[in-house]
C-alpha cells in the first residue's frame, strides 16, 4: 500500500531529515506534474457533492432535484448552493416546471460540465498511475 511505503523507517523518526521517504513523494510528484502539466485540478468538481451530482448526470440524461438528494443522501439546502455553483460555472442546465401543482427542478449536465468531467478524471487517473508508478519502482 501507499501509505506503508511511505510511512517512516522509526516510529519516532523526524520527517525532515528521512530522505528516503522524502525522495519517493518528490518522485510521485514530479511523475504527476509531468503527466498533468499545464492542467490544474478543477476545485469546483473535486467537492463530494458536486462532483456526485456531475457524475450521476453524466450517466442519467437528467434527474430531478429529489432523485439528486436521495442518491447523494444530502439536505435540500446543501444540493441547492452545490447545484447552483455548477449552474452559475455553466456545468449543468436547470429547468424548473411543474408537476401538476407540485414544483419539478431537472438537472441535466451540458457540454462544458461533460468536458469538465473528463478532464478532471484524466487529472486523477494520472495522479493514480504516478503512485502506482512508485509503488512498482520500490
Known amino acids: 500500500m501507499a501509505a506503508e511505503s511511505l510511512s517512516l523507517p522509526e516510529q519516532n523518526a523526524d520527517p525532515t531529515t528521512d530522505t528516503a521517504a522524502r ?3 518528490w518522485g510521485i510528484v514530479r511523475r504527476f506534474s509531468e503527466d498533468t502539466a499545464g492542467t490544474e485540478l ?9 462532483l456526485g451530482i456531475v457524475s450521476a448526470l453524466a450517466v ?21 448552493v452545490h447545484a447552483r455553483k455548477l ?7 436547470c429547468c424548473k416546471s411543474f408537476d401538476g401543482r407540485k414544483p419539478r427542478t431537472d438537472y441535466a449536465l451540458t457540454e462544458t460540465g461533460r468536458n469538465a468531467l473528463e478532464r478532471y478524471l484524466a487529472h486523477m487517473e494520472s495522479l493514480i498511475k504516478a503512485v502506482r508508478d512508485s509503488e512498482a519502482i520500490s
Open 23 to 25: 525522495q519517493k513523494v
Open 42 to 50: 478543477d476545485h469546483l468538481i473535486h467537492d463530494r457533492i458536486r
Open 87 to 93: 449552474e452559475d460555472a455553466g456545468f449543468v442546465n
Open 60 to 80: 442519467n440524461p437528467t434527474l430531478t432535484f429529489t432523485e439528486l438528494k436521495r442518491l447523494l443522501a444530502t439536505s435540500d439546502g446543501n444540493l441547492s
